[in-house]
Each structure stands twice: as structure tokens, then as C-alpha cells.
């Protein structure tokens, strides 16, 4: 079956620095990836749509220049949060589509970043 | 505008009991519906979903769920709760018309006890 893999699973940062999140669709070809946030206790928000070969699309409220998405490959879209502060921790989750159908997204296992 | 309600955000219920949870949409197209399980620290699982057809769906791990479009409904349900049933459970609406986003309801936590 499909499988979206995140990683790392876990990642502490120290305020100030970046932190870069892969996911990676590790048996299908997925042009658009999609990245949602999930603060403690919260639902899942959608952050921003990763497209193959051209920009993001960011939801509203989604800083641009602090959240950077590439996806360079049909199988690899990367999340980076520039300049972390204590306020982006939270839990990152990414999902993708397989071709042919939209039989659900599949889901990658969430990345937890903690910024102090 | 798309939205999920899931009322309820703690359930209880003990061991061998019956298990619903609700989920109520608002969506101006044919929606597709699905529900996920996330355990603690975990991504989320599809547990089951629907497109058209058969209102009753069945899912993974003995669960199943009913889409009412009269009511804008699609609860999930379970026979009978096991303990490693305890986790998050979110139900979502996908916009069939565009094949993107997903929008999440916020969750209902489900504890079982033995």
C-alpha cells in the first residue's frame, strides 16, 4: 500500500535556528504534498500545499518566509521552519495522495519539534 | 463554507461496549468522507471512508460508518470496544470537485475502560 515516510520523528532545536522536515512518498509518485500542524489537544490544520516543480501554496495566516517548502522531486517535499521560536512547537504531520484516486490521503507519522 | 463538527470531545465507555462517535459536515458539493485514528505521538490512520454508493461503509479493525445526507451525518461505530481502541479519532471532509485539502473535525478522544 501507499507510504508516506516524515522524518525525523523528533527533532529539539535551540530558538533561532532551522530545522528541515522530509517526507517522502515511498511508493508512488505524489505531485502534490500537503503539510498540516497539530498543536497539543487540537486538530490538524492545513499549513500549506507542496507542488511539484513550482511554489507552495500557504494557507492564510501561514508565514511564507518562515515556513520554506520545496518539493523538488515527485517523491520528496521538505518543510523548513527558519528561525524557530518556543511558539512553533507543535507536531508536523505531511500527507500525499496516490495517483488514480482519491482513496484517502495517506498520512506520514508526524514529526514533533520542540524549540527552546 | 466547509466545516466538521465532532461534538463530542471525550468519550468513555467501557470494554466490550458499544462504541458511536459523531461527526456533522457542512459542504456545498458531494463531499468525501473519512474518518482517521491517531494514537498518541503518532500520523493518522485511515480507518474508513466514503465516496458514493452504499451509505454504510465498513473500515479497518471492525469499525464502520454511516453517511446520512439528510442529517449531514457520517458517525463512526463499533460493536464492541477493545482497550487498544483508546486513541484520537477525527473525522474529515475531502473536496471531491478539487481532490485537495482535507478539513478536520477537531476530534473526539476516546478512553475505554476495563
Known amino acids: 500500500g501507499a507510504v508516506v515516510s516524515q522524518h525525523p520523528s523528533w527533532v529539539i532545536c535551540k530558538s533561532g535556528t532551522s530545522v528541515k522536515i522530509e517526507c517522502r512518498s515511498l511508493d508512488f509518485q505524489a505531485t502534490t504534498m500537503f503539510w498540516y500542524r497539530q498543536f497539543p489537544k487540537q486538530s490538524l490544520m492545513l499549513m500549506a500545499t507542496s507542488n511539484e516543480g513550482s511554489k507552495a501554496t500557504y494557507e492564510q495566516g501561514v508565514e511564507k518566509d518562515k515556513f520554506l517548502i520545496n518539493h523538488a522531486s515527485l517523491t520528496l517535499s521538505t518543510l523548513t521552519v527558519t528561525s524557530a521560536h518556543p511558539e512553533d512547537s507543535s507536531f508536523y504531520i505531511c500527507?500525499?495522495?496516490?495517483?488514480?484516486?482519491?482513496?484517502?490521503?495517506?498520512f506520514g507519522s508526524g514529526t514533533r519539534l520542540t524549540v527552546v | 463554507a466547509q466545516s466538521v463538527t465532532q461534538p463530542d470531545i471525550h468519550i468513555t465507555v467501557s470494554e466490550g461496549a458499544s462504541l458511536e462517535l459523531r461527526c456533522n459536515y457542512s459542504y456545498g458539493a458531494t463531499p468525501y468522507l473519512f474518518w482517521y485514528v491517531q494514537s498518541p505521538g503518532q500520523g493518522l490512520q485511515l480507518l474508513l471512508k466514503?465516496?458514493?454508493?452504499?451509505?454504510l461503509v465498513q473500515g479497518i479493525k471492525g469499525f464502520e460508518a454511516e453517511f446520512k445526507r439528510s442529517q449531514s451525518s457520517f458517525n463512526l461505530r463499533k460493536p464492541s470496544v477493545h482497550w487498544s481502541d483508546a486513541a484520537e479519532y477525527f473525522c474529515?471532509?475531502?473536496?471531491?470537485?478539487?481532490?485537495?485539502?482535507?478539513?478536520f473535525g477537531t476530534g473526539t478522544s476516546l478512553t475505554v475502560i476495563p
Open positions: 474529515a471532509v475531502g473536496a471531491s470537485n478539487t481532490g485537495n485539502q482535507f478539513y
Open positions: 466514503y465516496f458514493s454508493g452504499d451509505t
Open positions: 500527507s500525499a495522495t496516490p495517483p488514480g484516486g482519491a482513496y484517502g490521503y495517506t
